[in-house]
């Protein structure tokens, strides 16, 4: 078992089209310890580097700047056979020649372990997996689902210090996709090795997960546990990307005093947040004429409850999600989400209050984004 740090890790990829060389940073000083027999999920946006750091780690990418330590160790030359970290890719990568049960053995096979041995491994991964009925089947044959779950296998039966899987689910139909999720989970429990697994779903990472590591154009945003994302967003960008429905963003607006108490106001008064003292001294250290307000769905509602402040609206539109339902209330043209029971109904045009929690009003600085809550 083994903690991985990655210090001020830096990819760029240096390439050469007629002639003209062009540079891309996959990879901007990263700085992440994944502890332990932790699961983390490496979440971001397709580009932003997921892959190049997990390659970086196994082994198949050598790093431009930066150290790589595994059990403590600086890995940076050591060859992938090294490391004993495993990886699943999204392309499966696949012997195609091979059956799913030769596939499976082989790197076992490689390491001198006994046929009898390797039989008995590769039949339980596979009842793991659900892929039993596969195993004499030639991996070329397959499905992309069951060519993933072979990927993944064949990564996990090595029983590696380190797991690192990209995107192992992506061509599984959603069912699968959440049987395979929790075999995953249980996997890790078994083994109590280091996980990362690189998704673009963040439901899929939330769930997973002991923490997850957010990054954007190849950079670090933030790395925490789910209510760190939630209530504690580093930046617009995380709070922006993790959170279902997604949370109300007030570009352009300002802070405002009022008989002692500070406000923060939507562009033209559509909206008016009321905020909690504390916020006074994290405001008052600098000038904020201009702020991006953040409320999360969950925290407004249509009931009024004690602590919670009132907003006025009309009732837009109201989409019946299942177990809540996902209502737009307009004022002056200006939306707002929140989240409705079920049952809810009211004609569209009709007046309507809303009661939001003032504690978790965000702010983030209009310069650079960033959680003036958390500064
Ligand atoms: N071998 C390569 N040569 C040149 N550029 C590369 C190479 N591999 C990746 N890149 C570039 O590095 C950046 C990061 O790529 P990477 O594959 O790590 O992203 P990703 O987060 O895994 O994306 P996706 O979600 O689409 O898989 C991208 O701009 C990509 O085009
Ligand atoms: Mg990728």
């Known amino acids: 078992m083994a903690e991985v740090v990655l210090r001020n890790v830096k990819k760029i990829y240096s390439t050469k089209k007629k002639r003209k060389r062009t540079e891309v940073i996959a ?26 750091t997990l390659r970086m780690i196994v082994g198949l990418e050598t790093i431009t700047e930066g150290q790589i330590l595994i059990g403590g160790k600086v890995v940076n030359t050591w060859t992938p056979a090294q490391r004993n970290v495993a990886m699943a890719f999204e392309t499966y990568a696949l012997y195609s020649h091979l059956s799913v049960r030769d596939n499976l053995g082989l790197c076992l096979k490689a390491k001198g372990v006994a046929a009898e041995e390797i039989k008995g491994q590769v039949e339980q991964i596979a009842e793991v997996l659900r892929i039993t009925d596969i195993l004499e089947a030639r991996s070329s044959g397959l499905s992309g689902g069951q060519q993933q779950r072979v990927s993944l296998g064949r990564a996990l039966i090595r029983n590696p210090s380190v797991s690192l899987l990209d995107e192992p689910l992506s061509h599984l139909d959603a069912s699968l996709r959440l049987e395979t999720r929790i075999e995953i989970k249980r996997i890790h429990q078994r083994l109590k090795g280091t996980f990362v697994f690189v998704t673009h779903d963040q439901m899929e990472a939330l769930a997973l997960s002991d923490r997850v590591a957010v990054m954007n154009f190849a950079e670090l945003q933030q790395v925490g546990t789910r209510s760190d994302l939630y209530d504690r967003p580093a930046n617009v960008f995380v709070a922006d990307f993790v959170g279902e429905p997604p949370i109300n963003l007030f570009p352009d607006s300002a802070i405002q005093s009022h008989r002692g108490e500070l406000f923060a106001v939507t562009p033209r008064r559509e909206f008016k947040f009321a905020l909690p003292p504390e916020i006074k001294a994290k405001l008052e250290s600098k000038t904020k004429d201009s702020v991006t307000i953040g409320m999360r769905p969950q925290y407004i509602n249509v009931q009024a409850a004690e602590g919670r402040e009132p907003l006025a609206g009309n009732v837009s539109v109201f989409e019946f999600l299942g177990e809540t339902g996902n209502l737009t209330v307009t004022n002056e043209g200006l939306d707002i989400n929140v989240l409705a029971p079920p049952d809810f109904h009211a004609p569209v045009g009709e007046p309507i209050e809303l009661y939001y929690h003032p504690g978790k009003v965000l702010l983030f600085d209009a310069e650079n984004g960033k959680n003036i809550n958390c500064e």
């Open 27 to 52: 990879v901007k000083n990263l700085n992440l310890t994944i502890q332990d027999g932790e699961f983390l999920a490496l979440l971001g946006p397709s580009g932003c580097g997921k892959t190049t």
